[in-house]
């Protein structure tokens, strides 16, 4: 029997897809090279608490058929991310908001912080880069504080070197609101994502472990379809040259105590400390147990023996993305979507708006 699809990779964008297309009677093959579905929003528990496993995925959208849509899946809770900061031992409200600022400077309205503000940002009136973007933002001092170590970390690159559009995502606030996100929809899945996974894939034939490229042609002859999920160059054979990723190590502990840090989130901003943050998994979904399971997670340079977390989009590998997506056109067999093969810093929401529109795409051809 011939599939209508072959879908390379279990994660967000291929359960999305792949849920649509059953829903409407298709059959679907499904391949990952790891042994678990899910990708990087898998979790697993431990200790009778749900482990991140690739790092903290908090879910957040202002997409209410998005919101809809995942919420058929799993009850969220009504966790919302307020991370703590840690530099050079001294602690701070975050994202920067009016406690921030009180914090730095004793500002104590709005106001007053503008005022302090205005008399600190760096006037640069086309920002290039994100370093130049955060100080005509908030001034040489808050950057130090916040912006500048982690983000060396986070990318193994300077500030100067990097899009703006990666530190645009964070809010600054002049009011006392420590959300992380804008959005009105946010929280974590009770139970974790894998059961939300399963639940998408459920019908599918699934194959774990397994190589697409060691067989590629064989794969690919059992359907009528392939999504892709993977990274664009490797499809391509790395014709072009090898698109750049950053990558995480996370070092995990069970620690015999019932809390250790008291926040899911604590971020390290000083350039010293070799972490960028620590996560308590249990807060995610406010376990009370005994025990708590805690994650220090290292950026890390990547090659093509470890995972790719981070699409570097800096103009030289964007030049190199457009060489591999004009290619495209040429596999008209071959769906691509998700942060790999679209290349994108893609959050879970938008993974999911982006595969359900692939899917209604493919149901209107
Ligand atoms: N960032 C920072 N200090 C922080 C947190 C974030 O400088 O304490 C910068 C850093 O460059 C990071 C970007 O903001 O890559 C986006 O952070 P976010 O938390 O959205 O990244 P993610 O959770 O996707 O790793």
């Known amino acids: 029997m011939k599939y209508d699809y072959l879908i390379v990779g279990c994660g967000l964008f291929g359960a999305t897809f792949a849920e649509q297309m059953m829903k409407n009677g ?57 991370p703590k900061v840690n530099y050079k031992g001294k602690y701070y409200s975050f994202p920067i908001n009016l406690m921030t600022l009180y914090q730095m400077w004793g500002v104590t309205t709005p106001a007053e912080a503008e005022a302090k503000l205005a008399s600190v940002r760096v006037p640069i009136e086309h920002p290039q880069n ?44 002049l009011t006392f609101d420590d959300n992380y996100f804008n959005d009105p929809y946010q929280g974590i899945p009770i139970g974790g994502y894998t059961p939300i996974i399963e639940a998408m894939t459920k019908g ?21 379809k392939v999504v892709f999920t993977g990274k664009i160059d490797e499809y391509y054979d790395y014709r072009f040259g090898e698109l750049e990723y950053r990558t995480l190590r996370f070092d995990t502990k069970v620690l015999d105590m019932p809390d250790y840090q008291g926040n899911a989130v604590i971020n390290y901003t000083d350039e010293d400390t070799p972490y960028t943050r620590i996560l308590e998994h249990k807060h995610f979904e ?68 982006s595969a359900l529109a692939t899917a209604q795409k493919e149901f209107n051809s």
């Open 286 to 353: 406010f376990e009370q147990g005994p025990k708590t399971v805690v994650t220090w997670e290292y950026p890390d340079a990547w090659d093509r023996s470890k995972v790719p977390y981070y699409p570097v989009n800096d103009k030289r590998n964007m030049e190199l993305y457009h060489q591999y997506d004009a290619l495209k056109v040429d596999s008209a067999h071959v769906i691509f979507g998700g942060r790999l093969a679209e290349y994108r810093y893609y959050d879970m929401h938008q993974v999911i708006a």
């Open 26 to 82: 298709k059959s679907v093959l499904m391949i990952d090279k790891r042994p678990h579905i899910g990708g990087n929003v898998y979790t697993e528990s431990t200790e009778g608490i749900n482990v991140h496993k690739y790092g903290a995925h908090i879910f957040h959208t202002s997409n209410e058929a998005v919101w809809n849509y995942i919420r058929q899946f799993a009850t969220f809770n009504h966790y919302v991310n307020r």
């Open 204 to 224: 599918a034939d699934i194959h774990l472990g397994v190589d697409f490229f060691a067989d590629q042609a064989a794969w690919e002859a059992k359907a009528d």
């Open 130 to 173: 994100l370093e130049e973007w955060i100080l005509s933002q908030v001034g040489e001092e808050i950057y130090e504080t916040f912006i500048k170590g982690y983000t060396t970390k986070q990318w193994g690159r300077q500030p100067s070197e990097l899009p703006t559009f990666i530190i645009r995502r964070l809010p600054i606030r």
